[in-house]
């Protein structure tokens, strides 16, 4: 599987953007999808969550400003982020995982950076 996020920019505080992270390689329909973001010397947090039936998760951070959705008909998640705010600069990253009989599968996208002005 392989993963390629898109969708980053420049915003000012209070705008929108939307995140994309396509699949290749195999279809992701049957996988856990993740968003992670990782600011300039800090860890990378998990962001948003949505499993193969549909059920989605959220940071505290981030719940009630943004909204994970998957088309598996497109083979892509996306990560729709409003009322954004500086701190939510970072770059994302989105990461899909299933568990097989050797244990969990993860594959990683290559980040797409979101830089929010104040």
């Known amino acids: 599987v392989q993963l390629q996020a898109s969708g980053g920019g420049l915003v000012q505080a209070g705008g929108s953007l939307r995140l994309s992270c396509a699949a290749s390689?195999?279809?992701?329909?049957?996988?856990?999808m993740n968003w992670y973001r990782q600011a300039p010397g800090k860890q990378r947090d998990l962001v948003a969550t949505?499993?193969?039936?549909?059920?989605?998760n959220y940071a505290d951070s981030v719940k009630g400003r943004f909204t994970i959705s998957r088309d598996n008909a497109e083979n892509t998640v996306y990560l729709q982020m409003n009322s954004l705010k500086p701190e939510d600069t970072a770059v994302y990253y989105c990461k899909a995982w299933t568990i097989t009989t050797w244990g969990t599968r993860d594959y990683w996208g290559q980040g797409t950076q979101v830089t929010v002005s104040s």
């Open positions: 390689g195999s279809t992701v329909s049957s996988y856990a």
């Open positions: 949505i499993d193969s039936g549909g059920t989605t």
